[in-house]
């Protein structure tokens, strides 16, 4: 994912593209609701009515071990 970290303003919608091959925008640690596939040049996007941390990843191309996110993964940071 390209920017690693986004920071926005609540109110703010994020759109994922999946460039090359098909990806999913996953959210873990439980602070929203997003499970979405996406094959290469489709996109998604989830509009952050509230503040906080909204961690998500890639299920085909990282890993998720006891809550912690390596590989293709992210966040966004709403203020």
């Known amino acids: ?3 690693k ?4 303003s609540h109110g703010t919608k994020v759109t994922w593209k999946a460039v090359t091959s ?3 925008v996953t959210a873990y640690r439980g602070a929203w609701n ?7 040049g489709q996109s998604t996007s989830f509009t952050f009515n509230n503040r906080g941390t909204y961690l998500f990843r890639c ?3 990282s890993s998720l071990v006891n809550g912690v996110c390596s590989g293709m993964c992210g966040k966004v940071v709403v203020s």
């Open 22 to 24: 098909s990806h999913t």
């Open 1 to 3: 994912w390209m920017p």
């Open 34 to 40: 997003k499970n979405t596939t996406i094959n290469q």
């Open 59 to 61: 299920r085909f191309h």
């Open 5 to 8: 970290t986004v920071n926005i």
